[in-house]
């Protein structure tokens, strides 16, 4: 499945991107895509099992670009606008080549968080990479739990993982079976992995680790700055 889109972002730059289900994962320069198709997913506690043969859906892009490309590529903190996220979409940005999943979740989802540790590799986080404020957030690994940030990038072989937002649906992401306890989360095509939708990995996956997040802050209530831990202070 392969999704191909044109956007002229809010700066004028231009954005072109390609997303196929299960790529390898290559540099992802000058993206910023939003899945509209996983709207009001993540406000429900529970989905039916009769709800299969529900599809991945294409993933669509908006876009906006601030700064440059090649101000990125060298690692320039870049801000995301996430306001129009709406409880169970996605938005994937570039931060210094590689993806981050921007991921809005309901206070429903978020409530739940807890009740799988058990079935987690690493649930405390201990062994993963993320900054010590995002550890010390336990379950949530975020700043702020309504928004999830984390790199693309399953910690086996790299793939970008799939978003599998919908909780107990065996069939949606390409036929695969999630299982009947699924709590919502991303599914890694390439060998199967798969974490919850704070991006811990489940035990006995090919993948060792749970995603690694970057540092990130927030200057307004939904702009995310990607690369920093604080704003700087201004004099
Ligand atoms: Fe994700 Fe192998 S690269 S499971």
């Known amino acids: 499945m392969s999704n191909d889109r044109v956007d002229r972002g809010a700066h004028g730059v231009l954005h072109t991107a390609a997303v196929t289900a299960g790529e390898s994962?290559?540099?992802?320069?000058?993206?910023?895509?939003?899945?509209?198709?996983?709207?009001?997913?993540?406000?429900?506690?529970?989905?039916?099992?009769?709800?299969?043969?529900?599809a991945f859906a294409a993933v669509p892009f908006i876009a906006s670009w601030e700064p440059?490309?090649?101000?990125?590529?060298?690692g320039a903190?870049?801000?995301?606008?996430?306001?129009?996220?709406?409880?169970?979409?996605?938005?994937?940005?570039?931060?210094?080549?590689?993806?981050?999943?921007?991921?809005?979740?309901?206070?429903?989802?978020?409530?739940?968080l807890g009740n799988h540790d058990d079935l987690l590799a690493d649930p405390k986080s201990e062994d993963s990479v993320q900054p010590d404020y995002i550890k010390?957030?336990?379950?949530?690994?975020?700043r702020t739990p309504d928004y999830w940030v984390g790199?693309?990038?399953?910690?086996?072989?790299?793939?970008?993982?799939?978003?599998?937002?919908?909780?107990?649906?065996p069939y949606q992401v390409q036929g695969t079976d999630l299982g009947q306890n699924w709590p919502g989360g991303f599914y890694c095509p390439c060998h199967g992995s798969k974490y919850d939708i704070s991006g811990r990995?489940?035990?006995s996956m090919p993948a060792p680790k749970n995603l690694p997040i970057p540092s990130y802050t927030f200057s307004g209530d939904a702009r995310i700055v990607i690369g920093e831990d604080e704003l700087p202070k201004s004099s």
Do not use: W
Request: proline letters at 5%; one cysteine or more; glycine letters at 8%.
């Open 201 to 203: 990995v489940f035990k």
């Open 68 to 74: 440059s490309a090649r101000a990125k590529a060298l």
């Open 151 to 169: 790199y693309a990038v399953c910690t086996h072989l790299g793939c970008s993982p799939l978003g599998a937002f919908e909780p107990n649906n």
């Open 77 to 112: 903190p870049v801000s995301v606008d996430a306001s129009k996220l709406e409880d169970g979409q996605m938005l994937k940005v570039a931060y210094r080549g590689q993806p981050v999943f921007v991921i809005r979740r309901s206070k429903s989802v978020v409530a739940a």
């Open 136 to 142: 010390a957030s336990g379950a949530d690994r975020s």
């Open 25 to 54: 994962l290559l540099p992802v320069e000058g993206v910023e895509e939003v899945d509209h198709s996983r709207r009001h997913l993540l406000t429900a506690a529970t989905v039916g099992i009769g709800a299969v043969g529900v």
